[in-house]
């Protein structure tokens, strides 16, 4: 008698378990970390929809109008979030899962190994929706204080609400690998996600929602109202769950939106079953026989090394990893996403409209200047945290031609320190040239910036590079695991707090400089005065220098030790 | 019994396999021998259900794999070249998973998984995580997931590599045994002792294609030579003399 289809998720039920119980003290550190963000972000979230619904509570049919709006948006947002993820996710859990292979050569029916994939991808996708959703519904719950009910039916909106895009993403994937490679359908959905979330940002931009921050625009705001509901239309299960939610709130019941909700979930799933059996295993069978994708063979890259003044060993690590790394679709679309996420991080600050407040304006736009040093540090973190942290642990399995070439560790180290640290400073220059010109800060504020981020990006990049290499995971299935290791987080901790210390050691003087120079009689600097400024500065660059420098020792030194 | 008629894989203009056709009858081991990129692998992936064949038909144990593979995979055992095991799993617990799999239920299911880790020397490590496990220890659990459900044809790829000698001893005495219980072997491997010393009747595939089939006398009196070792028939049979050029390029 074979088992049901719940008996092929036990594994992963197992091996979470076995993880839990095997966890070591860097585990149990992670966890506590991650969950006290965690709950950070739940309590502000939380505490958002609270105060958000209870300051809506008090224009009484407006604020009704306003919040059952923001459910279907806040829905709608999700439903297409969630058939990215539906789509992304069943590539990985139908056709590129390793233990398929295994399951496959048992005698399973292809209906119960559907309906266990399809419950883990409905879980893998929607787990952030869920608990994204749990603070912000409570919150609104609370606030307008709403019956039992609403919670259960919250539950019970949400559970089919999350089937829905997931079953429609699933079947993308199914029709998807019928047409092309499992491979190169990877590479296609990573483009699709790249252009999914390009979308949203040109979105909100369309929406413009500082124009509501403006006294002058009010008669607009019907205009933008009506922008905001004219992608909800009836027909789409994000209104259905938004209408089902708003009436329990007020203690009623929808039962013509929540029926729909329910039908519609069970037909996907019914039909996408249907599908499975008939297409699924043609296209499993052709994901396994696409070894070979296509590729740029980017000749041009080794014509630009051969270029550069570096010896042959320098050259060709180099032109090795950047072959790796744009040849990855993967990593390179993420960082495009990055530098979209950049371009409107700076288009904000040129429409940002501080002249309107003349007599703050100078002070506000010098402490943006000094904030903007900070974001632009944190990007630069972030991004070192993303691609150059994981710079050695990318060798891989492959790890062993590097130590077993007559190539010192100390030049292979440097090769991926040089890597990085050309694209970050190119980026992270253009960051803080650009937004001190939008902003219009003062001429010595932009050298001082412009000086600091570049002796940060040495110092963040050498520590990346460095710790990249002491905490290296060659067992890791991507750069993002790598990443979000105990060593990835530790390098966050370490660069977020270098950041915060050089924001300090620059502000002070900047500040004390401006204020001199902004009084009508300019009064001289003291001796004392001019030689604590001198101080702080050169304490920026010394300290900038002995984390680049520790970084990149210790790096080598580990490289050096590694068994 | 494993039964096929001239199966056919094509990677679009590529033939990776070209109309073969044999039979494994019960009680007899079958090596399937071929160089690299002959189209072993891709067979045995075909057999096993993994890979859908472009044309052909496969028959095991009397299931078709295309109208009936639940029946047809039921009664077979698969040993991949790279196994996948759950590595967060202990050993007890991957082949328990396993067994519910293949239908194996009740009491007798953790006496059968002892006995067969008792039979691959995995015994002392049923509680600890396959993680920790050499290669060699989770080729030799694999072997024990492919003959926890008794079955009646087992599909072998490459099952010498990464193993030690004692346990290559110990698992030609399992599949010897096995056959002498009735069970049909389709082994392919590169250890051409192994085959020799193994197998009843050899396949060799070459470009997709078996070139030539029979026992270990059969195929030396078909190449033609007088060793008494199968290297340089097989080295005969598949184009091998390109070796002999060796010494003027090295």
């Known amino acids: 008698m074979y ?294 063979k980017l000749r041009s890259l080794d014509r630009l090394a051969l270029a550069l003044p570096i010896g042959v060993v320098r050259r060709t690590l180099l032109i090795k990893d950047l072959k790796v790394f744009l040849r990855d679709v993967t990593q390179w679309s993420q960082l495009l996403l990055l530098l979209a996420l950049v371009m409107v991080y700076l288009y904000n600050f040129r429409v940002l409209d501080l002249d309107r407040i003349p007599y703050m304006a100078g002070m506000i736009k010098n402490f943006y200047a000094f904030l903007n040093l900070g974001l632009a540090g944190f990007v630069m973190a972030t991004i070192s945290a993303r691609f150059v942290f994981p710079g050695v642990s990318s060798e891989g399995a492959a790890f062993w031609i590097i130590r077993t070439s007559p190539i010192s560790l100390r030049d292979f180290l440097w090769s991926k320190f040089w890597i990085g640290l050309v694209p970050v400073l190119m980026l992270s220059l253009t960051l803080t040239i650009l937004a001190n010109e939008f902003l219009g800060v003062d001429p010595f504020l932009k050298v001082v910036t412009g000086v600091a981020i570049a002796f940060m990006s040495l110092a963040l990049v050498g520590l990346a590079t460095g710790m990249g290499a002491r905490y290296p995971r060659f067992g890791a299935d991507n750069a993002t695991q790598v990443a979000g290791s105990p060593g990835g987080v530790a390098f966050m901790i370490a660069a977020v707090s270098y950041i915060l210390v050089m924001v300090v050691l620059l502000g002070w003087p900047s500040s004390v400089y401006l204020f001199r120079m902004s009084r009508i009689h300019v009064r001289p600097f003291q001796i004392q005065e001019i030689a604590l400024i001198a101080t702080c500065f050169v304490s920026a660059v010394a300290l900038s220098v002995s984390v680049f420098v520790y970084g990149m020792r210790t790096g080598v030194q580990a490289l050096k030790e590694l068994g | 019994m494993i039964s096929i008629q001239d199966l056919r894989k094509q990677y679009g203009q590529f033939t990776a396999v070209d109309g073969i056709s044999l039979e494994v009858q019960p009680g007899q081991i079958h090596g399937f021998l071929g160089p690299n990129g002959a189209g072993k692998t891709t067979s045995i992936r075909m057999i096993a259900g993994l890979l859908k064949p472009t044309s052909g038909r496969i028959v095991v144990n009397g299931h078709d794999l295309a109208t009936n593979p639940e029946g047809a995979k039921a009664s077979l055992g698969f040993i991949p070249d790279r196994p996948y095991i759950y590595e967060k799993l202990t050993a007890g617990e991957f082949l328990r998973f396993h067994a519910g799999l293949y239908g194996i239920d009740g009491s007798g299911v953790d006496q059968r998984v002892r006995e067969m880790l008792d039979l691959f020397e995995l015994g002392r490590w049923e509680h600890e995580l396959v993680e920790s496990f050499s290669h060699g220890m989770k080729q030799r659990l694999v072997m024990c997931a492919a003959f926890l459900h008794r079955p009646q044809a087992v599909l072998v790829d490459e099952p010498m590599v990464g193993l030690d000698p004692r346990g290559a001893k110990l698992i030609k005495s399992v599949f010897k045994r096995m056959s002498e219980h009735g069970v049909a072997i389709l082994m392919s491997t590169h250890t051409l002792e192994v085959a020799q010393e193994m197998c009843d009747h050899i396949s060799i595939i070459l470009k997709g294609r078996i070139i030539a089939r029979g026992t270990v006398d059969e195929l030396r009196e078909l190449a033609g030579s007088e060793h008494e070792e199968l290297t340089p028939v097989f080295l005969k049979l598949t184009g091998g003399s390109a070796l002999q050029e060796l010494d003027e390029i090295v």
């Open chain 1, 3 to 296: 088992k049901s289809f719940p008996y092929l998720l036990l594994p992963a039920y197992w091996s979470s378990r076995n993880r839990a119980r095997g966890s070591d003290r860097s585990d149990r550190v992670r966890a506590w970390v991650f969950g006290g963000v965690g709950m950070l972000v739940f309590a502000a979230l939380f505490w958002g929809s609270f105060w958000l619904t209870t300051q809506l509570t008090a224009y009484e049919e407006l604020g009704d109008f306003l919040l059952r709006i923001g459910l279907s948006w806040l829905f709608l947002t999700f439903l297409s979030f969630l058939a990215f993820s539906g789509v992304v996710s069943s590539l990985s859990t139908f056709f590129l899962s390793e233990d398929l292979k295994f399951l496959l050569a048992a005698p399973i029916a292809i209906r119960r190994l559907f309906y266990a994939r399809f419950v883990k991808t409905v879980l893998q996708s929607s787990w952030m929706v869920a608990v994204f959703l749990l603070p912000v519904l409570l919150g609104v719950g609370i606030a307008r204080c709403a019956p039992c009910m609403f919670y259960v039916t919250a539950l019970l909106t949400v559970a089919p609400f999350c089937v829905i895009p997931v079953a429609l993403g699933t079947g993308t994937t199914l029709l998807l690998v019928n047409v092309f490679p499992a491979r190169r359908a990877r590479d296609i959905l990573m483009l699709m996600g790249l252009v999914f979330a390009g979308s949203i940002v040109l979105l909100l931009r369309f929406i413009k929602p500082e124009r509501l921050l403006r006294v002058e625009s009010l008669p607009d705001v019907t205009g933008f109202f009506a922008t905001l509901q004219s992608p909800i239309t009836a027909m789409l299960p994000s209104f259905w769950a938004g209408e089902t939610l708003f009436a329990s709130l007020a203690g009623g019941r929808d039962l013509l939106h929540a029926g729909a909700l329910w039908t519609t979930a069970a037909a996907c799933t019914v039909m996408l079953s249907a599908a499975s059996e008939r297409w699924y295993f043609a296209g499993f069978s052709k994901s396994q026989e696409a070894r070979k994708a296509r590729f740029t």
